[in-house]
């Protein structure tokens, strides 16, 4: 059989799940997961070992970093010199880590993402703290392993003298599992340790009494308690970091903002870059200037105001729209009896702790092994002095060397490593002095052992001496918090006034639905007339409004919806100009059409929104409840199957309403007698109509004085007296305001009503006639007649047109 015919079957995800599996293994121990034991990834350890192992210690001059990588790559770790370099200047950088572990000489890069210089220009040596990770390494206190070749040796772990991964941080990505830890105050967490050896079965919240929190290299505000407590409970929570900022004053009444501190891992050159874009792109009125005025004294951004500027307002929008502001999400993974497992604080500091018993006991053991080897010596040497001739005899009668120590065995009871060591003692040991020496040196030599047996034997002690280095790490490299800790998480609220310059506008609304928003000065450049606005041929405006920029426009529809449009975001137009469909601005559907448009300055204003429908519904809602910061269509009124809103206009509560329907009946009642209901009502009956009639005008009326114009769909008007219609109760069938022409030989003056308008003092009013013809006539043409009265033609129209649409302007 050839060799091609043994292979055997295999299933892809098998073999696939196998590889996938070894390679996450892998890199989950081996790279980017540290070890909860020294806070350290693989490539990190072999880095501070190899530079422990070449003397590149705090007391040597620098050396060259290519030298130091070329030992962790040749040694330790089989990749790329990148990788090893890559990670031994995150080490070095003050700005990332909480006390940094290399000693850097020359250029490490900066807070602004500038790199590293190449590894043959700059210099490094570990740093004191580092030596506190390495420390007894040598007195057998860790496992070590052989290196990838077999050609040496590489610790496990370190000793680590301090909580490094709490106190340094960590962060890191593999298959399937992240880290994110961050870094914290020295003291504080030494103080938890010790407060945890002292009470085991401590709770959190007195480990929180300790550990206030992270504390980063660049300091900052750190805000959410609860998230720092979730954190801390279960190894994920989430928190803010907010820059630290001052507001100063300068001459001339201008202000500028000052950055102190940057939330950590920021890139300081893109923070300032993304401050300076929201200058150019006058996202926010009022910033002059952005500087980085970083140097020697520390970390300075300013951001410059111009007069008069909302100085809270641009920082509140800062803090919102850029990172000034960002959130922290601890996710607290470690690797723990090579298992990577989500971990608490607690957790933690006891693991840590475990490795330190671990640490401090081979370390006793090393040193009692290596203090009763001594003691033996001793005890051979000063039994030795004290029967000095007989030994000098015995020597002197030996044949060689050999023959000597096998002689001063058998003859005085000595072990072969005694009878060594007075074998190579010096002359000048003879002397009374040193024989004196001796004996002391083995009084003191025997207090140790019995010391070191004491900590063996004993777990307080042991804990005592664990508590004692650590305090003294402490006190040595201890430094003040530079993080501030704030409990509670700041709502960010940002006026309309920083983002929108205050200008007063005009805004239009066509029959057709086109919108535009026009600056006054556009608007005077156009020759500053109100009927010349540009409109598309065969289209008219229905709407022109006097509104501001800080403004929000409500835009109701006949289905019973409403839209919050603020002005500022009306796209804008000159004044000849024909603006921009409506649906481009709100999502409005092909089938609806807007019935009203009401400029709101403040929506807590003590007003109401008064519906009428055209089966002659009426609902009164507050004016509050339709404020919303949805940019969609959102429910105004609740209607019937057939019936659509034909008006909306804003009350004060105060004036009476008055109905008018298609075939001339009319109702006057008191606004109060509907009462105010929720904004998805439905509304209560105002006039009770006929089957085949409909609401067709809405106004608003007060007193006795004034009159009420009429207008049917073929041109006919007339005033009656405001007198001639008696307040009833809402929900009646009303009374006759036009009388309509029949028959044959009669010339008709309309089969319905048009429009209604109630004048206190003239109005102009244009008539829409179909395709666009308009005509225009003011309200004094039209005479005061009776209730019953059928009217004068304001102008002459065909059989065929009727009236579609009317507007009204003050004469």
Not at 665 to 688: C, D, H, L, N, T
Request: proline share 3%; glycine share 8%; with cysteine.
């Amino acid at each position: 059989m050839s060799s091609l015919e043994n292979f055997l079957p295999a299933y892809l995800e098998e073999v696939v799940g196998d590889r996938f599996g070894r390679y996450s293994k892998y890199i989950i121990q081996d790279r980017a997961i540290p070890d909860v034991r020294d806070g350290l990834k693989p490539v990190q350890r072999r880095i501070l070992y190899a530079m422990y192992d070449s003397v590149n210690t705090p007391d040597k001059p620098y050396r060259k970093s290519a030298k130091t990588v070329g030992d962790v790559m040749g040694n330790y770790h089989p990749h790329g010199d990148s990788s090893i370099y890559e990670g031994m200047v995150r080490m070095a950088q003050p700005w990332k880590m909480g006390h940094v572990l290399v000693d850097g000489h020359g250029n490490w890069g900066s807070q602004d993402d500038d790199p590293a210089a190449a590894m043959r220009y700059t210099e490094a040596r570990l740093s004191p703290i580092a030596m506190e990770l390495l420390r007894d390494i040598e007195k057998r206190t860790v496992l070590f392993k052989d290196n990838f070749d077999n050609t040496t040796k590489e610790p496990v772990v370190l000793p680590s003298r301090y909580p490094n991964l709490l106190v340094n941080g960590v962060s890191g990505i593999s298959s399937g599992f992240a880290t994110e830890i961050p870094t914290h105050n020295l003291r504080e967490i030494i103080d938890a340790c010790v407060a945890l050896m002292e009470k085991p079965q401590i709770e959190l919240d007195e480990i929180m009494s300790y550990v206030k929190g992270p504390d980063f290299p660049t300091g900052g505000i750190i805000m959410g308690e609860n998230g720092i407590r979730d954190a801390y409970e279960t190894g994920k929570g989430k928190i803010y970091i907010r820059a630290k900022t001052e507001i100063e004053s300068l001459r001339g009444g201008k202000q500028q903002i000052v950055i102190t501190e940057i939330p950590y891992q920021i890139v300081k050159s893109r923070l300032v870059t993304s401050m300076e874009n929201i200058r150019l792109e006058k996202k926010v009125e009022g910033i002059a200037e952005v500087r980085d005025e970083s140097g020697r004294g520390g970390l300075r951004i300013v951001v410059e105001l111009k007069k008069e500027a909302d100085a809270q307002g641009i920082l509140a929008y800062l803090f919102k729209k850029t990172d000034l502001q960002v959130t922290y999400n601890f996710n607290m993974v470690a690797i723990v009896n090579k298992t990577p497992k989500q971990l608490g604080i607690k957790a933690m500091l006891e693991a840590y702790i475990a490795h330190q018993r671990e640490v401090v006991t081979f370390r006793t053991k090393y040193e009692l092994e290596k203090a009763e080897d001594r003691a033996h010596v001793l005890e051979g040497l000063v039994k030795a002095l004290n029967i000095l001739d007989e030994v000098i005899a015995a020597i002197k009668a030996s044949k060689n060397r050999q023959d000597a120590q096998n002689n001063l065995q058998w003859m005085f009871g000595f072990t072969e490593r005694q009878a060594d060591a007075i074998l190579t003692l010096q002359l000048y040991r003879l002397t009374n002095l040193e024989i004196t020496s001796l004996q002391k040196d083995l009084d003191d030599l025997q207090k140790k052992i019995n010391s070191l047996r004491a900590i063996l034997e004993s777990d307080k002690k042991l804990t005592n001496v664990i508590k004692k280095e650590l305090l003294e790490i402490r006190e040595k490299y201890g430094i003040d918090r530079r993080s501030e800790i704030q409990g509670e998480v700041e709502e960010l609220k940002v006026n309309l006034e920083v983002l929108v310059t205050q200008e007063d506008v005009l805004v239009t609304l066509s029959g057709e639905g086109y919108i535009k928003r026009t600056s006054m000065l556009s608007f005077t450049r156009s020759g500053g007339e109100r009927e010349a606005s540009g409109v598309k041929e065969g289209d008219y405006i229905k709407h022109i409004l006097d509104v501001n920029t800080l403004e929000n426009l409500l835009i109701f529809t006949q289905r019973g919806q409403y839209f919050l449009l603020p002005v500022h975001q009306v796209p804008e137009f000159k004044w000849k100009d024909n603006g921009t469909a409506i649906v481009n601005v709100i999502p409005l559907t092909k089938e609806d059409r807007i019935v009203s448009v009401i400029p709101i300055k403040n929506f807590e204003d003590d007003a109401s929104l008064v519906f009428v429908t055209k089966r002659g519904q009426v609902k009164r809602t507050e004016l509050k409840e339709y404020q919303s910061k949805r940019s969609g269509a959102i429910a105004a009124a609740k209607l019937g199957a057939e019936d659509t809103v034909i008006s909306v206009t804003l009350s004060r509560n105060m004036q009476d309403v008055f109905l008018i329907s298609k075939l001339g009946m009319a109702i006057r009642f008191k606004e109060q007698e509907v009462s105010s209901m929720g904004r998805v009502s439905g509304g209560v009956r105002g006039i009770q109509l006929r089957e085949d009639d409909e609401v067709a005008a809405a106004l608003w009326v007060e007193g006795e004085e004034g009159e009420v114009l009429v207008i049917s769909d073929l041109g006919f008007a007339k005033r009656s007296l405001l007198l001639d219609y008696p307040t009833q109760t809402r929900g009646g069938k009303g009374i006759q305001s036009f009388e309509f022409k029949e028959g044959k030989r009669v010339k008709p003056n309309g089969s319905r009503i048009a429009g209604a308008y109630f004048c206190r003092e003239p109005l102009q009013i244009t008539a829409v006639i179909k395709e666009g013809r308009t005509f225009t006539f003011n309200s004094e043409q039209a005479p005061i007649m009776d209730r019953k009265s059928i009217g004068k033609a304001m102008s002459p129209m065909d059989k065929n047109d009727e009236i579609v649409d009317l507007l009204v302007s003050k004469s």
